[in-house]
């Protein structure tokens, strides 16, 4: 079934994606996310040592890309050498990292030389006032560079992803498609999801991905045919831009029809749905180099369980209180 082969899961979907917290600490306190900042930890992280062990394991069912996320994963001390063991990896060709990008400026280069493929970037408005209101801090210039900087090092694949929210105007919509007519990145609009903690934000300021799509469409932007490396984004294209627009709508029928990815929390447990209610520890099967075929046993029978869809249009968001304690 596994490396052993390619993994499946009940629905005959090949899993090939590992979306892996490195902690569920983070120093922003976004409105959508942690506005009242991060809740008491739930427990130490994975050490650079266990992570190393689980993506050696995951590697061995097939699993070639590797995201790293949070909580803020540049908030570690060591994440430069969390990548590079990542990257070095067998089996492992991509490894990309998401971020507030508060820290970027410094570490672009050491990222790249860890081996860093691709890099999203959190960027939720390019005007100062509104960037510290949904953000809780007034670091746009700083994020800014930071981008600038992943450029310059030669990152190859950058995105920046920006939560819709209602109160969106036309001029904030045009300042981040520009973004992309000057620098080779890819701006990705994601819709609000609903989570345990935001129920009330989520009905005020739940902004529809359809009403984004019209507005790309009126300003020139042309759907393209999606390739692999995209994930669930509809992409746009402009002939005056260097760079892409995208456009995540999780609550757009058969989003989950392709789902390639499995979680695991910055505590070791496996999440087969970022929506889901199933939570594996797999922390105890990292301690030592032995473990490694049951690793592989317990992933496989988990995956039996991975649901067809999430269920957030009925309202239902699972064990996920923030984006923050699994990685968005």
């Known amino acids: 079934m596994s490396a052993r082969g390619t993994l499946r899961d009940g629905f005959g979907r090949s899993l090939q994606y590992l979306r892996l917290s490195v902690t569920d600490r ?3 306190r976004c409105v959508y996310c942690l506005p009242g900042g991060c809740p008491k930890a739930r427990g130490q992280p994975l050490s650079a040592e266990e992570i190393a062990r689980l993506v050696r394991g ?3 069912l097939g699993f070639w890309k590797v995201r790293v996320t949070g909580g803020e994963p540049c908030t570690r001390a060591d994440i430069c050498e969390v990548v590079e063991r990542i990257a070095r990896t067998p089996g492992v060709r991509r490894v990309g990292l998401t971020t507030n990008g508060h820290r970027l400026a410094s570490l672009a280069a050491g990222l790249r030389d860890a081996g860093l493929h691709a890099l999203n970037v959190s960027l939720d408005s390019l005007d100062r006032a509104r960037f510290a209101e949904v953000t809780g801090r007034d670091r746009l210039p700083e994020v800014v560079a930071g981008i600038e900087a992943a450029v ?3 990152i190859p694949s950058i995105k920046v992803n920006t939560v819709l929210l209602r109160g969106l105007e036309d001029t904030e919509l ?3 498609l520009d ?3 000057r620098m080779p990145v ?3 609009f994601i819709e609000l999801m609903q989570t345990g903690d935001n129920a009330d934000f989520f009905r005020r300021a739940h902004l529809p991905a359809d009403e984004v799509r019209q507005r790309l469409a009126a300003r020139g932007w042309v759907p393209q ?4 490396s995209d994930g669930p984004a509809a992409m746009y294209r402009h002939p005056d831009h260097q760079g892409k627009a995208g456009l995540i709508a999780p609550y757009s029928t058969g989003f989950c029809a392709s789902c390639n990815r499995l979680r695991v929390s910055s505590t ?9 209610e199933e939570q594996v520890p797999l922390r105890p099967l990292l301690q030592r180099d032995d473990q490694e075929a049951e690793l592989w046993r317990t992933v496989e029978r988990a995956v039996r369980a991975k649901p067809e869809s999430h269920a957030l249009r009925e309202g239902r968001c699972g064990v996920a209180r923030n984006l923050a304690a699994i990685g968005g």
């Open 268 to 276: 070791g447990d496996l999440r087969l749905c970022l929506f889901g």
């Open 186 to 188: 890819t701006v990705r």
């Open 58 to 60: 995951f590697a061995g």
């Open 26 to 28: 983070c120093n922003f």
């Open 179 to 181: 973004f992309t007519r």
């Open 152 to 154: 310059a090092a030669g």
């Open 174 to 176: 045009d300042r981040l």
């Open 225 to 228: 045919e999606k390739s692999p």
